[in-house]
C-alpha cells in the first residue's frame, strides 16, 4: 500500500500505547510536540534549526496534513498525527517522555456553549503533567488576553505548573506566519511559559495491547433490523447504530457506529457474518478506529442485543 503522507504516522494501526517513540524515529532524542501544526510552517523552522531533537505534530484538518506533509517530506525529525490533541497526548506518549509542547494560536472558544472544545480544560494539564519530564514546559501563543490568562489560571491551580513568564508582544525564536502579520497590523500578541513541577498519574482509556475485538455467538438475524437508530448507554461509553447494511449475498451485515468516551467521538463500521455455525461480530478493519472502551463495549452490546 502506497502511504500518501509520508510523514503522517496513524497510531490506531500500532499494536500497542502508549507509542513508543524511541522506535518511532529510531533514536532517543527529546520529544517535542506542537498542538495544532497548521501548514507546517512553524514546525519545518523549528526542526530544521533543531536537528538534535524529535517533533510531533497535531492536527484534526486533512487539508492542514497535504500542506504540512509537502513542507516537511524531506525532514527525518518530524512526525503528524490527525487527531483531537487532548486525546492523542494523554493515549500515545507515556509518562515523562515529552521534553515540551507548544500551542500556537489556538481557537479560543469563547462562547460559553463551547468551552468544552478548549484544549486548555482541566483533564488536559493533568495530561501534561504525566506527559512531559520533570521541568517540562507548556508554552502557548494568543492573540486572546483572556485566553492567556485562562490558561495560566487553569495550568497553576493544582500545583502541577508554575509560571515561567507572560510576556505582551514577545520576540519570539521562531514566529507564525499568523503572528508576523498579526503584528504588522500593531496589535498584540500574548505569550504563556508553564513549567511543570509536580507529576501526576492518569487513566488512559486505551493502555496497553491495541487488541481487535471480537465476539462469536449465536444470533437471531431478525433483530438486525431493529438496530438502526438503537443507542445503548453504559457510564461515559455511548454508542449509535447509524446504519445497518446487508450484504449482497444476504450472508453478512456491516453497522455503521458512533461511539463516544466521555468527548472523543469516532466513526467506524462492524461486521456481522456466520462461521462455522455461529456468528463472528467485530471491527471492520478498513475503518481501524483506537480500541477504546466504548469500541470495545459496541461488539459486546450489539452481540447481546442480536443474540438468541
Known amino acids: 500500500m502506497i502511504k500518501l503522507y509520508v510523514k503522517e504516522i496513524k497510531p490506531a494501526e500500532f499494536d500497542f500505547l502508549p507509542l513508543d517513540w524511541t522506535g518511532v524515529f529510531g ?3 527529546p520529544l517535542i510536540v506542537e498542538i495544532g501544526f497548521g501548514s507546517g510552517e512553524y514546525l519545518l523552522e523549528l526542526a530544521k534549526r533543531y536537528p538534535e531533537k524529535n517533533f510531533v505534530g497535531f492536527e484534526v484538518s486533512i487539508t492542514s496534513m ?27 506518549f507515556g509518562p515523562r ?15 460559553k456553549s463551547h468551552e468544552r472544545r478548549r484544549v486548555i480544560v482541566p483533564e488536559f494539564f493533568d495530561t501534561l503533567a504525566n506527559v512531559l519530564v520533570d521541568g517540562g514546559t507548556f508554552e502557548l501563543a494568543t492573540d486572546v488576553r483572556w485566553y492567556a490568562e485562562r490558561t495560566i489560571e487553569t495550568g497553576v491551580e493544582k500545583g502541577y ?17 499568523y503572528e508576523r502579520k498579526w503584528l504588522s497590523y500593531g496589535r498584540d500578541i ?15 482509556l486505551i493502555g496497553g495491547h491495541h487488541e481487535m ?4 455467538c449465536q444470533v437471531d438475524e431478525s433483530k438486525f433490523s431493529e438496530l438502526p437508530g438503537k ?78
Open 27 to 29: 533514536n532517543t532524542n
Open 213 to 216: 475485538p471480537h465476539i462469536k
Open 97 to 111: 517522555t515529552v521534553e515540551k509542547v507548544i500551542m500556537n494560536f489556538p481557537v479560543p472558544w469563547d462562547k
Open 190 to 204: 500574548y505569550s504563556v511559559t508553564l513549567r511543570k513541577v509536580k507529576h501526576v498519574e492518569v487513566e488512559r
Open 231 to 308: 443507542v445503548f448507554k453504559e457510564g461515559a461509553k455511548v454508542v449509535v447504530i447509524k446504519g445497518v447494511y446487508k450484504s449482497v449475498d444476504g450472508g453478512a451485515y456491516i453497522l455503521k457506529v458512533i461511539s463516544a468516551d466521555g468527548d472523543f467521538q469516532q466513526h467506524y463500521y462492524l461486521v456481522a457474518y456466520p462461521d462455522e455455525g455461529e456468528w463472528i461480530i467485530k471491527l471492520d478493519s478498513a475503518s481501524n478506529p483506537y480500541r477504546t472502551p466504548a469500541v470495545k463495549w459496541s461488539v459486546k452490546a450489539i452481540a447481546k442485543f442480536v443474540g438468541e
Open 66 to 92: 497535504k500542506k504540512a506533509n509537502n513542507r516537511l517530506k524531506d525532514l527525518n525529525n518530524v512526525r503528524l498525527v490527525i487527531t483531537d490533541a487532548r486525546f492523542g497526548m494523554r493515549e500515545f
Open 161 to 177: 505548573f508554575e509560571l515561567v513568564e507572560f510576556v505582551e508582544n514577545p520576540d519570539r525564536e521562531v514566529k507564525t506566519r
